[in-house]
């Protein structure tokens, strides 16, 4: 599959191009950038692989049978519908649209075109949580009770300001598909936000998400960039002990420093042992190997769920379902107390 990437930023430099090349049956096939120093990066990154100055110039050279589209959420919406309009297959990065009804937009005209759409939403492939994951799948925990998710980075530069932005799009987008992931449909949600005042205008800083599920189970979703704590916990209980992790997102230090996957695929994304997660039990406290982190699972998945007609990894229903979890975290945060689905 002949991939093109449209957007050049930090998502699209770090966490879309070197696991797409990285990624079985995929080949990273253009880059859409338009500033000068943008343009300049991407051809030092990827001597080899054209740069285009829009979706349209992409499109019109024919060189790709997909694109991921990981521009600014403001500008997201209208490129996707260009590029399934076109024909292509589509990865929409995080948040998929700005809210479930214009994900629901975004489903029916992929299905309208017969083309696969697909949300990107690579921290399932984190280590900390596929080793959970896999704790989960061995009844190593038994009977889940609640479950703990916390990212928070000291990264206030980063946030992205307005009322289009906010953390609870970018972070809470994460935080809560991998809470759906693990634990299935949500019934109730209660939230509460921080906001700042900035000149693009007042924009959710931080946030604490209370779940409960129809399994009965409850998680605890909580994030911030603005408060100088930089800090990554997972925490499971269950009716058999508990999972403590304080994972590092090793995948992502590593891209940053320089390094890709396709360059050690099997030592790739494991965490140090320093960083692995600790199994409470009745037989005493044991430290649990992590998991291997691969994000380019996500999109040797994507390849063969166009190739074969069949589900992507995360599905235009999956981002629905997120976006309407953080709709209702938005309402809940506003009326002051918990919202059904």
């Known amino acids: 599959m ?24 995929c080949t990273l096939a253009g880059i859409v950038a338009r500033a000068p120093q943008t343009i300049e990066t991407a051809r030092q990154d990827w001597p080899d692989v054209p740069v285009f100055p829009s979706l349209s110039a992409l499109i019109a050279a024919g060189v790709c049978d997909a694109v991921t589209i990981t521009t600014p959420p403001g500008t997201r919406r209208d490129l996707v519908l260009e590029a399934i309009a076109a024909g292509l297959h589509v990865v929409a990065d995080k948040p998929f649209a700005p809210d479930a009804a214009g994900a629901r937009d975004l489903a029916d005209a992929a299905r309208a075109k017969s083309v696969t759409l697909g949300v990107f939403q690579n921290r399932r492939y984190d280590a900390d949580l596929q080793t959970l994951a896999k704790l989960i799948r061995d009844d190593r925990l038994g009977r889940i009770w609640r479950i703990h998710n916390r990212m928070d980075y000291d990264e206030a530069a980063t946030l992205e300001a ?21 634990l299935g449909p949500v019934r109730t949600v209660d939230a509460q936000l921080d906001f700042v005042d900035l000149p ?40 058999k002990g508990a999972f403590v992790s304080h994972g590092t997102d090793v995948q992502a230090a590593s891209v940053m420093a320089g390094r890709r996957p396709v360059q050690d695929l099997a030592g790739w994304g494991f965490e140090p042992e320093t960083s692995w997660g600790t199994l409470h039990s009745s037989a005493g406290a044991q430290r649990i190997p992590s998991e291997q982190g691969r994000y380019h699972d996500y999109y040797e998945a994507f390849e063969n769920a166009a190739r074969t007609g069949t589900p992507p990894p995360v599905t235009p229903q999956d981002g629905i379902r997120t976006l309407a979890i953080l709709d209702a975290a938005r309402e809940s945060a506003r009326i002051g107390h918990s919202v059904s689905l």
């Open 200 to 239: 693009e205008g007042r924009t959710d800083a931080g946030f604490v998400i209370s779940l409960r599920f129809e399994s009965g189970a409850h998680g605890h979703v909580s994030a911030s960039k603005r408060n100088h704590l930089a800090q990554r916990e997972l925490r499971a209980y269950g009716d």
């Open 2 to 25: 002949r991939i093109g990437v449209v957007g050049y930023g930090s998502g699209g430099r770090y966490f879309h191009t070197p696991f797409i090349d990285a990624a079985r049956r």
């Open 162 to 182: 307005g009322p289009t932005g906010g953390l609870l799009r970018d972070l809470g987008s994460h935080l809560v598909d991998q809470m759906t992931w693990l």
